[in-house]
């Protein structure tokens, strides 16, 4: 059923993919073939949450452990057409606008058209400019339409999204668009890999949710249909740089981080951290003092209330074209991730309500 | 594709070799004559025994770039710009460094972990660093030396109706033009010089055009052109597809005003669309080749260019071909004799 080859390709392939809340449609036929080489159990829901499910070797009533990645990446939509054919636009998901000056993007009308956020060039910059930077309301698509143009192949709404393809920096380190939040899509694919013939009693649920980014909507639908006994959002956290909290900071290649905090039911914290040090991977440990900025927010209060538990790589430049992660800190994620759902048993559950 | 090669190609002022290689490999066959100066400028010469003015037409080679001018204990690169880069253009950008051209990125804080009021700053020059995925300080030096350059890693490509985009139209495009122009025969001395460090004060064509002390020069260039709705007219310097643009005073040359008229005549008698450049700001490497020896009769022919100076910009191939058929017309016109000094003068 499964086979060992790295989900690496999946992972570009998933970077190359534009996705933005709500308009998932193309990650998710990627999610569904690659789910598919460990599965024939794969469902979609109404909003378009992708549900893969492995059974597992229980007798009777098996626990269930799930693990959600969201597909959706951040995004921009058309909210006028200018004369001259210039686009404005506003968020769907959270850009700085700084980031956003000169970048190209893919402007997702009639036709996919290349589109650049214009900047002013510095011959025709005051000093005074050069001391501000323009809001989202100032900047503008030159999509190289004439307005009438312009008009035909772009309507309000039309989803922006950014244009940047991944590279390969040094150290397995991957940078571009939408790493948050496809590599803990990678993690859940990996994960399926490394858990292969290997029993487990727990039936594992892999879902690929959408909108998160403005807001797990996915995650609210995704927990309340399956109820499973535990769930854990993998999603990405911050890479150390400068000028950060250091407690919001982890070091990219030494492990993902585990969080710790109210969102998080204490034994499902516990029993990551020990499959970590049961199988001798590196961790990290991301404490959080409310909700989580995860799909893990949405989990914990659906139907019942689910046992939450959050994990993830740590990026650098989160919400820009060229977040930055390492393959190495997916690949041990997914490790642990496969140990933890070995250790998912009736008496595991049992005590989830014992306090 | 000779201009997706030559804007895909790397070179800073001062490390142009890539863009000269691309050059002399496509020229060559066509020139009588094709050597470097001491700084590194190509000169190409063609019928240069034949009777008439020299004319020696200029583009620049050289573009905006980066220097590598330290390395942190993390592994992040510290640089400076070479020419002239607005900082708030770098942020989340992906360059290549060096001549290996390994990439890199250009990133910045996440918005989750920002101050409030933070945004409304452009990112201060010294918190932009590039990544090339380096565990520590030793990593990188391994892989990265102190003074390699970078430049922006962007794809040439179509964009919207008769358009294309790339990194380093300025002065690529010049570049171009001029190899098309080599490529055809002119009854007329022709110097082409594919110049180096404009960007950093028109510092080759300084030495160039000393050397080669034309009588008429020609600097092709791509200038501003920002023609929003959002923009006053007065700042827009050109239009898109408005023709090649012809200066008339810039930040450093009041255009020759007979040459000018030669040039705007000439157009209007090949009926080759042209405008002129409206703003007063930025210059080219005419202002050094007007002011060398005893002084050059000549001009500029630009192309409007969106976004100069930025990783994605965008020029009209109309506006490109329309400039290379006013030089074309203006060396015919040379030819035959019709440009008489006095004519056009006051």
Known sequence: MSDDISHLDTLIALLQQDGGPGTEEGVASIVKRAFGRYTQDIQTDVLGNVFATVQGTGEGKRPTVMLAAHMDQIALLVKAILPGGYLRVVQAGGFDARTLVGQEVLVHGRETLRGIIGSKPPHVTTAEERKRTPPLEELFIDVALSEERAKQ????????????????????????????NRTSIAILLECL????????????????????EVGTRGAI?????????????????WADMPEQPQDLSFKMGEGPSVTFGPNIHPKVFRALKDAASSSHMPWQLELSQGPTGTDGRAFQIAADGIATGVIGIAIRYMHTAVETGSY???????????????????????????? | MLLKRLTQAMGPSGFEDEVRGILREEVSPYVDAIYTDVLGTLICEKGRSQPGPCVMLDAHMDEVGLMVVGVENSGLLRFRPLGGVDPRILVAKRVRIGSS??????????????????????????????????KDKEDALANVQLGDVAVFDTLYDTIGDGCVKAKSFDDRVGCYILSEILKKSYAVPLVGAFTVQEEVGLRGATAAAHRIAPDIAIALEATVCFDGPFVPSHSEGTRLHGGPALTVQDGRTVADVRFLRFMM?????????????????????FAAIQKSREGVVGGAISIPLRYMHAPAQIVSSKDVENAIRLVDAILQEIASGNWVEERFAN
Do not use: W
């Open chain 1, 153 to 180: 192949l772009v309507h309000v709404g039309d989803v922006v999204t950014l244009a940047s393809q991944p590279v390969h920096l040094l150290n397995r380190r991957i940078s571009g668009k939408s790493l948050d």
């Open chain 1, 193 to 212: 890999r490394y858990l292969g013939d290997k029993p487990h009693e727990a039936d594992v649920i892999m879902v690929a949710t959408v909108q998160e």
């Open chain 1, 221 to 237: 639908a995704a927990g309340y249909r399956e109820k499973p006994d535990v769930a854990v959002a993998v999603d990405v956290t």
């Open chain 1, 328 to 355: 190495d800190d997916i690949e041990t994620c997914a490790k642990i991730l496969a140990r933890f759902i070995q250790t998912i048993d009736a008496s595991f559950v049992e005590g989830l309500t014992c306090y």
């Open chain 2, 101 to 134: 051209k390994l990439p890199g990125v250009i990133g910045s804080k996440p918005i989750h972990l920002q101050k409030p009021d933070e945004q409304k700053h452009p990112i201060p020059e010294d918190e932009l660093f590039i990544d090339i995925g380096a």
């Open chain 2, 265 to 285: 005549e000439t157009a209007t008698k090949h009926n080759i669309p042209y405008q002129l450049r409206r703003v007063k700001g930025g210059s080219n490497d």
